[in-house]
């Protein structure tokens, strides 16, 4: 390591060469002290430019490896997670009496009242977003019925590793459909602005803006229960990465927006 380098930059280059390893073996290589090896080594956690490579058992030391560009904002949001467990595990052996106090602390804060304002507007939109779909499937039941019946009817029949690879056909099918609707999208645009007439009427326009919102919210249940399937709940929204709190449930806005309790007051009680 030279003078001019960072240990953060330390860590980084003998991390390039592709291989996995432990905080020790950092250490050992860029010449920094274990302390300040585990601590860049975070800080590039952090930053979604190195990950943990999964432990096969509980004694094994953590191994680290590069993080490719495609799974960085993945993994920072994974560190994100973890420094969040590691916080509420701290505030859940405090006693009631201190988890209240740190409470009225925070939503003291206006900063922090107004995140949480926002998490739980995010949460109940997902939620909307989830009854609609549910609407939506209902409204549509009776007209999907006799499919369900020959689906159903074929899929007994079929290899289902065969009705999966249709499946996902089917949606690459509806992927190419909405680039396609992108591009008409984008000529419309540009027919309004050259000044001339539009191709196609602003009531059909509307009905086309249904259908795709009808398959965005389609689309929303369908992912959160996949990542639920494949055992890794979505806790945040996978488009913008804003968290989406899992306990909003259970607070309401009179809760929050309620009057604020002077600090000399919350002593004296």
Request: hydrophobic share 35%.
């Amino acid at each position: 390591m030279s003078k001019q380098e960072s240990s953060r930059e330390a860590v980084l280059r003998v991390m390039r060469d592709g291989e996995d390893r432990t905080d020790r073996e950092i250490a050992e290589l860029t010449g920094l002290t274990a302390g300040r090896a585990s601590g860049a080594r975070n800080t590039l956690w952090e930053q979604g430019l190195v990950e943990p490579l999964p432990k096969q058992s509980k004694r094994e030391h953590s191994r680290w490896r590069i993080c490719p560009p495609e799974r960085q904002a993945e993994v920072r949001q994974a560190h994100r997670d973890m420094v969040e467990r590691r916080t509420i595990g701290r505030l859940v052996a405090k006693s009631p009496g201190e988890r209240a106090n740190i409470a009225v602390y925070l939503l003291a804060d206006e900063e922090v009242n107004a995140a949480l304002l926002a998490q739980l507007d995010r949460s109940r939109s997902w939620r909307r977003a989830r009854a609609r779909s549910s609407d939506i499937k209902r409204d549509l039941e009776a007209e999907r019925k006799q499919r369900r019946m020959k689906m159903r009817r074929a899929m007994d029949e079929a290899d289902a590793d065969v009705h999966f690879r249709q499946t996902i056909r089917r949606l690459r099918d509806l992927q190419d459909v909405l680039y396609v609707v992108g591009r008409e999208v984008e000529a419309e645009r540009a027919q309004q602005l050259s000044g001339n007439e539009p191709r196609i009427g602003a009531e059909r326009w509307r009905g086309v803006s249904r259908n795709v919102r009808e398959v965005l919210e389609v689309g929303q249940g369908a992912f959160r229960n996949l990542a639920e399937l494949m055992g890794r709940p979505m806790e945040s929204c996978p488009l913008c990465g804003e968290r989406l709190h899992n306990h909003s449930a259970h607070l309401d806005e009179g809760y929050i927006d309620a009057v604020a309790i002077e600090e000399a007051d919350v002593e004296s009680r």
